[in-house]
């Protein structure tokens, strides 16, 4: 699985800006079949961040999602600036 199906787009909501904004973490929707690890080495490798941790969830819809802890020095608003989800 190449790192652009693993990880599909990034999720924007209410809940998600404040993840972005305090406490330095992005969300992705991914692939239902990615794990873990292989999320958090596509995210790096895409992105050019280092990540913490990997938290997934699958939403009511059938949606898997992943919340990525980033580590410093790298900011998840600056990373979120780079998607251009403050439109």
């Known amino acids: 699985m190449q790192n ?3 990880i599909l787009k990034p999720v ?5 800006w404040d993840y972005i904004e305090l406490q330095n973490k992005i969300v992705f929707e991914v692939a239902k079949a990615a794990n873990k690890p ?3 080495k596509a995210v790096q490798e895409l992105y050019d ?10 939403t009511p819809f059938g949606i898997k999602r992943a919340i990525c802890t980033l580590a410093p020095p790298h900011s998840a608003s600056d990373l979120a600036n780079e998607l251009n989800l403050f439109g």
Request: hydrophobic content about 40%.
């Open 4 to 6: 652009h199906e693993v």
């Open 12 to 16: 924007i909501t209410e809940q998600v």
């Open 38 to 40: 292989r999320i958090k």
């Open 49 to 58: 961040v280092r990540i913490s941790k990997v938290r997934t969830y699958i």
